[in-house]
């Protein structure tokens, strides 16, 4: 068990000594990691009939290494909300499924019938399903480790600046391959479960070569963090992507302010703005942009205009454009390039469809107030709704109950920079027409269209 009080360590250090979101994912793969390494000499017919437990808690852990190293390239490729793997729980449901339904199964057996199922799983012949998680063990590893590998290889993909940084890549690539021998190793055993019939005469040789890799991968990230620990600390790594590329704070903060000027005056309202057309209209290198956005802001560029169209729109919601204007209309004026990016941009914001949006934004709308305290109360009712309901489109992506997003530029009055509610935040000028954006003109006749206007006030 030395392998877990180590990690255990090493665990608490990165997360005091490191306090950074992007580490977690890190320290919980070096964790699950040791953990795993460490049971091994456990896994026993005798410490299983002793500890059952050990086989519901230690033998689902290589269903977390695969997500937890996918989720560990977005956070060291991506920024801001992009970086959290989507359907987050989803993807560590399989060591919660295996673990219970391996518990449960244990827990309907009586003492003599568990006896027989250990003594059946030690052997030459162990049951069918023992064989089939294994390879369904293998499978998710090597699937989520190719995932990672495409962020890792491939930094054009990257939204982070952080990966302008030759380093870091190189860091990064070790982390996402270091596992692939783990894999290749675990191979040897998820194909071969009757090898589980020789623990109790010698150690197989496949466990052994499991053990070796594990521990190589181990101990490498780990001595690799206590020599290089810059590794692990973000803001080293932009300082040292300023001084390579020759920028400075002065400049980046002037980039920054220059972006806030162009969206604040609607440039997030054309469709095919991108990071290199950004660029030209703030007259900035592309990469100097990416810092200024990520050092500022706190996301990426996507991000960044996604929140400002999303502002947008709930803004035209809330002043009654629905009366007159339609959902798919009122998108693609705020700059949304098709139906499909909105309603996917929109709910990963606020958990809902745009029309379920609408319906309660027209039902707080329509809050009865009779004499001037009932008036009162259902315009407090009305400001409260569409306060709670604004969410992440005000907080670089992230929904909070207050205060600025963190990393969040300071304004005036100490909250972020962010585009204004009730449609202060839009273009003054430069608004296009009622029609909205031509290139989504074909998804206007859809049915999405009527449904939420038929609940807007005549």
Request: net charge positive.
């Amino acid at each position: 068990m030395l392998g877990v009080a180590q990690s255990t360590i090493l665990l608490l250090l990165i997360l005091t000594r490191y306090r950074n979101r992007r580490n977690l994912p890190l320290a919980l793969i070096l964790f699950t990691l040791a953990a795993r390494l460490g049971t091994i000499p456990l896994w026993t017919y005798e410490t299983l009939l002793a500890h059952p437990w050990t086989m519901v808690v230690f033998s689902p852990i290589p269903f977390l290494g695969g997500p937890l190293v996918w989720w560990y390239a977005r956070e060291a490729t991506l920024v801001g909300a992009e970086a959290k793997p989507p359907l987050f729980p989803l993807h560590f449901s399989p060591y919660f499924i295996e673990a219970g339904a391996v518990g449960a199964l244990i827990l309907s057996l009586e003492p003599w019938e568990f006896q027989a199922l250990a003594a059946q799983i030690f052997s030459d012949a162990p049951p069918w399903w023992i064989g089939a998680r294994n390879i369904l063990k293998l499978v998710s590893g090597v699937t989520y480790t190719l995932f990672a590998a495409r962020l890792a290889f491939r930094p054009e993909r990257s939204s982070s600046v952080l990966m302008q940084d030759p380093k870091h890549r190189h860091w990064l690539k070790v982390v996402v391959l270091a596992p692939v021998g783990i894999w290749a190793s675990f191979s040897m055993v998820a194909l071969r479960p009757e090898l589980a019939g020789q623990v109790g005469e010698r150690a197989p040789i496949a466990y052994v070569v499991v053990s070796l890799a594990m521990m190589a991968v181990f101990y490498a990230v780990s001595f690799h963090i206590l020599l290089s620990p810059e590794a692990l600390s973000p803001r080293r790594v932009h300082d040292r992507v300023r001084r390579e590329n020759g920028v400075s704070s002065e400049h980046v903060a002037r980039v920054a302010e220059r972006v806030r000027h162009e969206l604040e005056r609607g440039g997030y309202q054309d469709p095919e703005l991108s990071l290199t057309s950004l660029a030209k209209r703030v007259s900035a290198h592309p990469n100097h942009l990416s810092l200024a956005i990520n050092d500022t802001f706190g996301e990426s560029v996507p991000s960044l205009l996604n929140r400002y169209r999303l502002q947008h729109f709930v803004s035209e919601i809330e002043q009654g454009a629905l009366e007159h204007r339609t959902i798919l209309d009122l998108a693609f004026d705020a700059g949304f390039p098709s139906k499909s990016t909105f309603n996917r941009v929109f709910k990963q914001c606020y958990g809902t469809a745009p029309s379920q949006y609408a319906a309660q934004a027209a039902a707080e709308e329509g809050v009865p107030g009779v004499g001037a305290d009932d008036e009162a109360g259902g315009r407090g009712a009305r400001e409260h709704g569409a306060a709670r309901r604004r969410g992440c489109a005000d907080t670089g992506g992230q929904t909070v109950s207050s205060g600025p997003a963190k990393g969040a530029p300071r304004g005036e009055n100490g909250g972020g920079h962010r585009p204004a509610a009730r449609g202060t935040g839009a273009p003054a000028n430069g608004r296009r027409s009622g029609n909205g954006g031509g290139n989504g003109a074909q998804e206007r006749h859809g049915p999405a269209n009527s449904a939420p206007a038929n609940g807007r006030r005549a």
